[in-house]
């Protein structure tokens, strides 16, 4: 039962400084390097030049040879004293070991002495710990990720739980040193042995880990091998025809045939794939020193994904520019080029982007799931005086509607959005979009393309002699785009837009600031929506939960103490553990009316304005976003991280 494997005995750092082989320091010095490399610590020592290879063999020797007799003794005394065998039946096996360098369980097995379940027992009885049967254990993907299929197999030992912080591992033999060692430095986590049979062990392993194959089972930490794994290659993936004419160089088909890396054209495709299913908005593939890293952008946050050889990168990266059309041989520039694929009839469009840095190209792989960009205004989730407001003031033949927040606050779904409920047969509806993301029926959609002079301004110019009803200029960047749009929101037409300000009354000042005189402010602006994404909790594994004395006291410096209930998610498969699905907005909705209008008249302080809107029940972002944690909807956590607490609701 005890283990031969013995490459790196136990606290093999400590003995070589018992030894003066080494020093403290370099001890330490190497094990913060294992720690970063996963190399084995004997390797670190070699190459920092802190012992020889010859000191390190010699050191491992002795150590195999001491910890190896201890332990023989060890089980031979476990079985002896608990009857299992006589002393003269150890003897013997002792002395056949000698012979056949057989484990001194597998001698005792083979010369029917003793059954291995009997050893278990045995081991169960002396060393005071559980027996348990694990092959009905059912493992949560957490634990499984853990501790891996191979080296569960490798030590023959199976993850039950964790329990007050520690690994509950049963072990079929306890007293292996270099496995509890490997899996506790592996886990992070300090290990709770229990014993239990190994065919138990193996039925639990195989039915635990059956599922997974090796792509399945990596997470972000795991090296994969793209030589070697076995790939599925989703046959649902297909590439599509760009847009407007412009034929793609993908034929699938034929490059799947002429390449003679097939491998890589399988991990391009299954990248996008999984990306596509795990609801990725981005696939970021970069190369570091020594390997390069996957990460996939979900619910607004990275998230390591694998990471495969450094060897494979340049033709992962040539195959990326093959499928949207860039020049494999410019490798010193970056580029931008775009695809469309369709995953079960799915149609994804791809933007991708690539960026030489030291260790090689950079490429990033924007998805816009074009089934899910345009979403119902009613199903924004906006507090119902918000959405009425809007509807209320889309009903006004001219004005100008601004949605603002930073980037990826989500005011293009808004957009879209609202240009979705105006579109129709009586209206002409234009957009001036940088770019085109999604792609609406009815609406007459432009893109802005500075290289060739096509500016928000120059074009937002040419689409007012175009006679429409509905403007959405994509963003408001510079005076002169402002200055025409404010003409165009007062001489009859609706327009839509986005500035990127903190807040409603903020967007107001920023007018300002850019040289619009208060009062044309005051004429053509009508609403002003300012906006952030919160990730959702994921509802699979909600939990309520405990808040801080820290955050409660920062509620109530903001004037809110009324949350009685908080929750989270606990992390499950289906969050890939984070406790969060999916996002959704939080808003803040300005009216400009009458009394705003006469506020800008005279003062155009923030302040001021802000005094004004608020006696007219104008409700701040953190409001609605606070209404969303009442509901039990998202983390009090996740909207002190994204939504500006700004003013106090007792100040103003
Ligand atoms: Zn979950």
Redesign the pocket.
């Known amino acids: 039962m005890e283990t031969t494997d013995q490459k790196e005995p136990e606290k093999l750092g400590e003995y070589l400084v018992s030894k003066n082989l080494i020093t403290q320091e370099q001890l330490e010095h190497a094990l913060a390097l294992t720690k970063e490399s996963r190399m084995r610590l004997g390797r670190t020592l070699v190459e920092l030049k802190y012992i020889t290879g010859r000191q390190l063999m010699e050191s491992l020797l002795e150590r195999l040879r001491t910890s190896d007799l201890g332990k023989r003794k060890k089980l031979g005394e476990v079985l002896v004293s608990s009857g299992v065998i006589s002393e003269g039946k150890l003897l013997h096996a002792l002395e056949v070991q000698q012979d056949r360098k057989q484990r001194i369980g597998e001698v005792l097995i083979n010369l029917g002495y003793v059954t291995k379940d009997q050893i278990t027992d045995a081991l169960a009885t002396k060393l005071q710990l559980n027996l348990v049967l694990c092959d009905d254990y059912v493992l949560d993907d957490k634990i499984k990720r853990l501790v891996p299929k191979e080296m569960a197999k490798k030590y023959s030992v199976f993850p039950i739980g964790i329990k007050n912080g520690r690994l509950v591992l049963a072990m079929a033999d306890p007293l292996d040193s270099n496995a509890l060692d490997e899996i506790s430095f592996y886990t992070r986590l300090r290990i709770s042995p229990v014993i239990s049979y190994d065919w138990s062990i193996e039925i639990a392993i195989d039915k635990n880990y059956q599922d997974t194959d090796e792509y399945d089972s990596r997470d972000g930490e795991h090296m994969f091998d793209v030589l070697e794994a076995e790939l599925k290659f989703d046959k649902d993936l297909q590439f599509g025809e760009k847009e407007k004419g412009e034929p793609t160089s993908v034929d699938v088909e034929s490059l799947y045939l002429k390449s003679n890396a097939p491998k890589i054209v399988k991990l391009v495709a299954m990248l996008i794939t999984d990306a596509a299913q795990k609801r990725a908005s981005d696939i970021h593939i970069e190369p570091r020193e020594k390997y390069v890293q996957v990460r996939f952008r979900i619910d607004g946050e990275l998230q390591n994904i694998f990471k495969y050889q450094r060897e494979m990168h340049e033709s992962v990266v040539s195959r990326i520019k093959i499928i949207s059309q860039l020049d494999i041989t410019n490798r010193r520039t970056s580029q931008d080029g775009d695809a469309s694929v369709s995953i079960k009839g799915r149609k994804i469009d791809l933007r991708i982007s690539t960026l030489p840095l030291i260790h090689g190209e950079k490429a990033v792989i924007r998805l816009l799931d074009q089934s899910k960009g345009i979403v119902p205004l009613q199903e924004l989730e906006m507090p119902s005086y918000i959405s009425d407001a809007i509807i209320r003031m889309f009903r006004l033949p001219q004005g100008m509607f601004i949605v603002t927040g930073p980037t990826g606050s989500g005011k293009t779904t808004t957009l879209y959005a609202c240009l979705n409920h105006l579109r129709s047969d009586t209206r002409n509806v234009i957009s001036i979009e940088d770019p085109v993301e999604y792609k609406l029926e009815g609406i007459s959609q432009t893109a802005v393309n500075e290289a060739v002079g096509r500016s928000f301004a120059s074009i937002l110019r040419s689409v007012l002699r175009q006679d429409p009803d509905v403007v959405m200029v994509g963003e408001i960047r510079d005076l002169e785009t402002a200055e025409i749009a404010i003409k165009a929101a007062l001489t009859g037409h609706l327009v839509l837009t986005t500035l990127h300000t903190n807040n409603t009354v903020a967007t107001i000042v920023r007018l300002i600031d850019i040289g619009i005189p208060p009062y044309l402010v005051a004429s053509s602006v009508t609403g002003i929506l300012s906006q952030r994404l919160v990730r959702r909790i994921?509802k699979?594994?909600k939990v309520e939960s405990d808040v801080s004395d820290e955050i409660k006291s920062f509620l109530s410096d903001f004037g809110v103490d009324n949350i009685q209930k908080f929750y989270r998610?606990e992390?499950?498969p289906?969050?890939m553990n984070t406790?969060y699905?999916d996002r959704m907005a939080v808003y803040e909705y300005l009216s400009i009316s009458r009394m705003l209008k006469i506020a800008l008249s005279r003062k155009t302080d923030e302040q001021e304005l802000l005094a004004t809107a608020r006696t007219e029940g104008l409700k701040l972002l953190y409001e609605d976003a606070l209404n969303k944690v009442r509901a039990g909807l998202t983390t009090i956590e996740e909207v002190m991280s994204k939504v500006p607490f700004e003013y106090s609701l007792r100040e103003i």
Request: proline share 0%; with cysteine.
């Open positions: 994921c699979h594994c998610g992390g499950c289906k969050c406790g699905l």
